[in-house]
Each structure stands twice: as C-alpha cells, then as structure tokens.
C-alpha cells in the first residue's frame, strides 16, 4: 500500500491533497500525520495516526529553539514526547502494510520514517521545509537523503539542481502547495462590487485568538479610512469557536451565527465572515491577504493574491522565519516587523486602490510559487515507483 507521512499544519494540507489525487485513482492510501488538522480527511484516505494537541513542536520538527521551549514545559513536554512516540509505534505497527511511503516535510521526519519501516520500503521526500534558495539542507542531511531516499521531490529547480549533481535521484514538478488548494467554487462574499480581505491568524491555537483581534483592528482602520469591503477570516480546524468568541467579545465584537460552520464577528457596522474549512474558496475570491500563516500565505502567493503579513512574537515564530518568507515570496508580500494598525491598514488601501500594483504582486507570487498540477504528478509518480 502506498502511506503519506506529514509533519506540520501545511505540510499535512499539501499530504491531504496528494492522498485525494490517489483515491482518485482508484488507491487507499495510509495516511501518518505527526502534527496537523485531520478533520479534513475525506473518504478513502486511511488515517492511521491522529496527532496530539502539540504547542511548538520541538519533537516534531527537531528546532533547537522550540524544542527547549517544549522541554522547559512539563505539560507540553509530556503531550509531545507521548505524541512523537506513538506516532513511531504506529509507522511500525503498520510497517508490514507499506510498500512506499511518501514523507512529506523535514529531513528529521525522513530520519524517523525511514529507521521505523523496513529497508525494502520505497520512500518518496517531498522536501517541503526546507530549500537551497532559502534555508539549505544541512550536509549530513543531504547524505542522508543520497543514501535513503529513492526520488527526492523539491519545491524549487534550484534545489533539484543541486541535488542532481549530487547523484540525487530529483524531480521537480512545481509547488503542490497550490495544487493542493481545494476549491469548490462557493462565493462566500456579501457584495461582490466591494473588495475583499481575507484574515489568515494561523493554525496554532495558543496564538492565534491574539492574532485575530490585532487584525480586527486593521479591519476597523481600513472601513473608517477606505469605506466598507467584504472580510472573510479562514480558520484552522485547531482554533476553539468559544475560546475565539471570549477573545473578541472583549473588544467589542459579537459573535452571530450563520449556520454549522459559518458564523459572523460584527461591530456596529462591520462585519467578518469567519469559519471552518473553505479554505480555497475564500481565498481564491480575496483580493488582499492579511496573514501571519506560513503555508496558507505561500498558497496565496501561488494564486495570485498579494499578502499583507506582520511578526508577532506571541507566535513563537522567529524574525528569521518571517525574513525567509519575505525571500522566498519576494515582492507578492509585504512583512510589518513591528504591529502598527495604521501602517498596516494604509497597506492593505493601497493595494485595494491601485489594481495594477496588485496584480503585479500578484503575478510575482504566481511566478515564485509556480505549480503545474505538481499533487497530481506526484501522486502519478508514487504509484509508478
């Protein structure tokens, strides 16, 4: 059987894609997610891990940073050293049952999935994290990868040159973090003659709440300064509705519900369509992104939708990952390192305002995100190996 290991909120979305592009196809693939949002697994995919709530994922991703902030938690240490040994228990008790696997992340997951299964197994990487053109791969990560790895699939040409010369077994299709978008072509906006802002606040829980209403105050800036506009927030299936109203409700917002999975965020005037799943669709009829997301900001990029992003050090993120965004995304994003409602929400107009300048950011990030149906061609490639 053909099995998809994943670690991380974007990582296992991208992992999702490329299992549905297999049961298209006739397969059941066997799906091992050590981190992320499992609710949007269809028919068809066998999820045979479900991951623990994690907070920073030292475990998961082997970060020298987040994994001190893990040990230095009693709680989330607990959480996280019972997830990651579970998840091993459960490659291994499923190891008899995979022919090939399909790793799609970091080289430490590779390192985890390729020890816990047998040495006959074929494995596919889909190296997500990491590329030459940003954060290289570490040399004894590239031997290991020439040593274990039977196709090595990257996000960049670069990184697949330079893998190819190392005698790297490499192909590049394009980024499937496009391709993976699931769009079902719902419009979800209340005015199609206004523009649209779509809020992306992450997919961790334990910053996300804070996220969201620094955001509302932009969405408040930019009505008092622009005028009304369609705001569309996508929310991770991790985020807690109540736990969400809690935080808004002390800024002045109420919380109205549309139906099972929609619900309205409003202030006087204003309102935010916030909800679950939809993803896609909300992005794909935005036309400005306000984010502090990773992969769902790339996904923006990849479509054409220039983004407004800001550091916040309530994320745990580092600076150095938001300046790895800003190279890897070029101009299609623009990065505030310091909150500021007004520079922020001036941004936002600005791009509102001025099409051309919209499109052409619009275009970069199509460029540098390039996608060929890659989730398609990937999961062409796993059933021939």
């Not at 479900?50 to 020298?64: I, M, N, R």
């Not at 709440?209 to 299936?237: Q, R, T």
């Not at 306000?290 to 407004?308: C, D, F, M």
């Not at 060929?372 to 990937?378: F, H, L, T």
Request: charged share 25%; hydrophobic share 40%.
């Amino acid at each position: 059987m053909i099995a998809i290991a994943s670690n991380g909120f974007g990582e296992t979305y991208v992992a999702l894609g490329i299992a549905r592009e297999l049961v298209k196809r006739g397969f059941k693939p066997l799906l091992f997610p050590l981190i992320g949002n499992v609710k949007g697994v269809s028919e068809g995919i066998e999820l045979c891990f479900v991951p623990g709530e994690t907070k920073f994922g030292g475990f998961a991703f082997w970060s020298l940073s987040n994994f001190v902030r893990t040990i230095l938690s009693p709680f989330d240490s607990k959480n996280e050293i019972s997830n990651f040994l579970n998840f091993v228990k459960q490659l291994k008790k499923n190891g008899s049952r995979i022919e090939k696997i399909l790793v799609v992340g970091d080289p430490f997951l590779l390192f985890v999935v390729r020890k816990s299964l047998s040495k006959g197994t074929k494995v596919a990487f889909l190296s997500l994290f990491k590329s030459e053109m940003t954060e290289k791969h570490f040399w004894f990560e590239k031997e290991f990868i020439k040593r274990n790895v039977d196709v090595l699939i990257t996000r960049d040409e670069y990184t697949a040159e330079v893998f190819r010369k190392l005698g790297v077994n490499t192909i590049f299709f394009g980024n499937p973090m496009v391709s993976s978008i699931e769009i079902k072509g719902i419009d979800l906006r209340e005015n199609k003659e206004l523009k649209t802002l779509l809020l992306l606040p992450g997919s961790r829980e334990y910053y996300s709440y804070g996220v969201l209403v620094k955001m509302l105050y932009v969405v408040e800036a930019i009505v008092e300064k622009y005028g009304f506009i369609n705001v569309l927030c996508a929310l991770s299936d991790t985020i807690d509705k109540e736990r969400l109203k809690e935080s808004v409700i002390k800024h002045g917002w109420e919380v109205i519900d549309r139906d099972d999975k929609l619900f309205w965020l409003s202030k006087g005037l204003i309102r935010v369509l916030c909800g679950y799943g939809l993803f896609g669709d909300k992005l794909n009829v935005s036309d400005v992104v306000l984010s502090v997301g990773g992969t769902a900001t790339e996904q923006a990029s990849g479509l054409g939708k220039p983004s407004v992003m800001f550091y916040d050090s309530s994320t745990g993120i580092s600076v150095n990952w938001f300046r790895r965004q800003e190279k890897m995304l070029g101009e299609s994003v623009k990065i505030f390192y310091k909150f500021s409602v007004d520079e922020i929400s001036n941004e936002i107009i600005h791009l509102f305002m001025d099409e051309s300048e919209r499109r052409r950011r619009g275009e970069i990030g199509r460029k540098l995100m390039y996608d060929n149906n890659s989730a398609q061609k990937i999961a062409e490639l796993l059933i021939s190996i």
